[in-house]
T-cell receptor, first 115, second 111 residues
Framework: EPEVTQTPSHQVTQMGQEVILRCVPI?????FYWYRQILGQKVEFLVS????????KSEIFDDQFSVERPDGSNFTLKIRSTKLEDSAMYFCASSERGNSYNEQFFGPGTRLTVL | KQEVTQIPAALSVPEGENLVLNCSFT??????LQWFRQDPGKGLTSLLLIQSSQREQTSGRLNASLDKSSGRSTLYIAASQPGDSATYLC??????????FGTGTRLQVFP
C-alpha cells in the first residue's frame, strides 16, 4: 500500500543551524502539507502546498521556514536558523485532492532536536 | 476560532470491552472530520474520514459518528484488543486546507 515516507527519522542540530526535512508523498497525490507536534502538545498545521505554490500557511510558518518540491517526488521543509523551540516532531502529509473529500495521509515523522 | 477537544484524555480498559471516544468542536461549519491513531513516537494513521453530510462511517471494529449541529463526533471501538492501545486523535477540516487537531485520548487496553 502506498505510503508517505520521511527522512531522516531523527535529526539533532545546534541552535542557529539550517535543517532540511525530506518527504516523499504518495505518488499520485497533488496536495502536500507539513504539520508539527511539540512534545505533549497538539498537532499543529504549518503549511500546505499545491501546484508548486504555498496555498496556506499558519502563523508559525514565518520567514525562517520554507518549502520546496525540488523534483517530481520530494517535498522538503527547510528551517533556516533553528531555535530551541523548533524542537518537535515534524509530519509530512499528502492528499489526492484538495476539496472536502480529501483524506490526508501522514508520514512517520522526523523528530527534530535543537540543542 | 475552531477549538477541538477530546474526552477523556486517557482511558484504561480490559480487553474485550466496547468503548467510546469523544471529540467535540466549537464551530459546526466543518467540511469533514478525520480520526487518526498515533502509536508512541510514531506517525499518524488515518482510521476514518466522515464528510459533513454523513452521519457515520465504519471500518472493521471501528465506527465513527458525526453530529455536526451539536459539534460532536464519537469513535466506537468494538471488542477492544491490546493492539488497540494508542493515542486516538480527531481532526476537523473547515474551508481551508488545514486539519485542526484535538488533544487526543490515550487508550490502554490490558489483557
Amino acid at each position: 500500500e502506498p505510503e508517505v515516507t520521511q527522512t531522516p527519522s531523527h535529526q539533532v542540530t545546534q541552535m542557529g543551524q539550517e535543517v532540511i526535512l525530506r518527504c516523499v508523498p504518495i505518488s499520485n497525490h497533488l496536495y502536500f502539507y507539513w504539520y508539527r507536534q511539540i512534545l505533549g502538545q497538539k498537532v499543529e498545521f504549518l503549511v500546505s502546498f499545491y501546484n508548486n505554490e504555498i496555498s496556506e500557511k499558519s502563523e508559525i510558518f514565518d520567514d525562517q521556514f520554507s518549502v520546496e518540491r525540488p523534483d517530481g517526488s520530494n517535498f522538503t521543509l527547510k528551517i533556516r536558523s533553528t531555535k530551541l523551540e523548533d524542537s518537535a516532531m515534524y509530519f509530512c502529509a499528502s492528499s489526492e485532492r484538495g476539496n472536502s473529500y480529501n483524506e490526508q495521509f501522514f508520514g512517520p515523522g522526523t523528530r527534530l532536536t535543537v540543542l | 476560532k475552531q477549538e477541538v477537544t477530546q474526552i477523556p484524555a486517557a482511558l484504561s480498559v480490559p480487553e474485550g470491552e466496547n468503548l467510546v471516544l469523544n471529540c467535540s468542536f466549537t464551530d459546526s461549519a466543518i467540511y469533514n472530520l478525520q480520526w487518526f491513531r498515533q502509536d508512541p513516537g510514531k506517525g499518524l494513521t488515518s482510521l476514518l474520514l466522515i464528510q459533513s453530510s454523513q452521519r457515520e462511517q465504519t471500518s472493521g471494529r471501528l465506527n465513527a459518528s458525526l453530529d455536526k449541529s451539536s459539534g460532536r463526533s464519537t469513535l466506537y471501538i468494538a471488542a477492544s484488543q491490546p493492539g488497540d492501545s494508542a493515542t486516538y486523535l480527531c481532526a476537523v477540516r473547515q474551508d481551508t486546507d488545514k486539519l485542526i487537531f484535538g488533544t487526543g485520548t490515550r487508550l490502554q487496553v490490558f489483557p
